[in-house]
C-alpha cells in the first residue's frame, strides 16, 4: 500500500497546513498515534478512512491514492501550457490545462509527451481564408491511426476527434492558434510550431 500512499506525503500536506498529528486524527476521527504510524510507514490507513483523509488534507483522493501532491501552476489557465491524457483501455481523450492527476478505467494516465512531427507522422497547413486546413499524411485503418487533432492557442483549444478509416483531417479556426498537436495510436503525440510557419 505504501506504494500509493504514502507517510511523507501525508506528514508534508499535514504540516504545509500547519496541523498537528492531533487535529489531524482528529479531522477523520483516529488517535494521534494512528496518524504517527501513518507518517512513519508502520501502519496505513483504513480504506475506509482515505476520503476524509484526503479531505483534511487538502487533497484528491486520486491525488493522495497516486503519492502525488499534484498543485497546477498554470493559474492563468494559459492554454498553450495544456496536457493531453489517452486511456489506453477505451481511447478516452482527457485534457486538462495544466497538472492533473487522471484516471480512466481504474489506471493513472501519464500525460502525453509530445515530440516534433517525422517524416511518418507530417502535419500539414493549408489557409483556406480564415481556417487552418489540417491533414496529417498517416494510415488511418483500424489497428493504425490517427486518433485526435487539436489547435492551440493561448486562450482556447479546437479539438477533433478522428476515428479508423476516417479522413486525417479537420480545419481549426486560425485565430491566434501557435501549435498543432496529432495523436497515433501507436506512436504517441506528435506537434507542429505553427508560429515557425508564420514567419
Known amino acids: 500500500m505504501d506504494n500509493y500512499i504514502t507517510g511523507a506525503l501525508i506528514k508534508k500536506l499535514r504540516e504545509n497546513r500547519k496541523m498537528t498529528q492531533e487535529e489531524l486524527a482528529d479531522k477523520v476521527c483516529v488517535s494521534s498515534k494512528a496518524i504517527s504510524k501513518w507518517e512513519t510507514g508502520r501502519g496505513f490507513p483504513d480504506i475506509g478512512l482515505i476520503e476524509p483523509l484526503a479531505k483534511a488534507l487538502g487533497i484528491s483522493v486520486i491525488e493522495l491514492l497516486s503519492g502525488a501532491d499534484i498543485r497546477n501552476k498554470n493559474r492563468s489557465s494559459d492554454m498553450r501550457k495544456c496536457r493531453f491524457y489517452v486511456c489506453p483501455i477505451c481511447g478516452n481523450v482527457i485534457q486538462s490545462t495544466g497538472e492533473?492527476?487522471?484516471?480512466?478505467?481504474?489506471?493513472?494516465?501519464?500525460?502525453?509527451?509530445?515530440?516534433?512531427?517525422?517524416?511518418?507522422?507530417?502535419?500539414?497547413?493549408?489557409?483556406?481564408?480564415?481556417?487552418?486546413?489540417?491533414?496529417?499524411?498517416?494510415?488511418?485503418?483500424?489497428?493504425?491511426?490517427i486518433s485526435f487533432i487539436a489547435a492551440v492557442s493561448d486562450q482556447y483549444i479546437q479539438f477533433v476527434k478522428l476515428y479508423p478509416e476516417w479522413g486525417a483531417e479537420a480545419r481549426f479556426k486560425m485565430n491566434r492558434v501557435d501549435r498543432?498537436?496529432?495523436?497515433?495510436?501507436?506512436?504517441?503525440?506528435?506537434?507542429?510550431?505553427?508560429?515557425?510557419i508564420r514567419k
Do not use: W
Request: charged residues 30%; proline residues 3%; aromatic residues 10%.
Open 100 to 145: 492533473a492527476v487522471i484516471s480512466c478505467c481504474g489506471i493513472t494516465l501519464p500525460p502525453q509527451e509530445a515530440e516534433e512531427m517525422d517524416e511518418d507522422h507530417t502535419i500539414r497547413l493549408e489557409e483556406v481564408e480564415d481556417e487552418y486546413y489540417v491533414t496529417v499524411d498517416h494510415s488511418m485503418d483500424k489497428t493504425h491511426y
Open 180 to 196: 498543432v498537436y496529432a495523436y497515433c495510436n501507436r506512436h504517441g503525440l506528435f506537434s507542429l510550431d505553427v508560429r515557425k
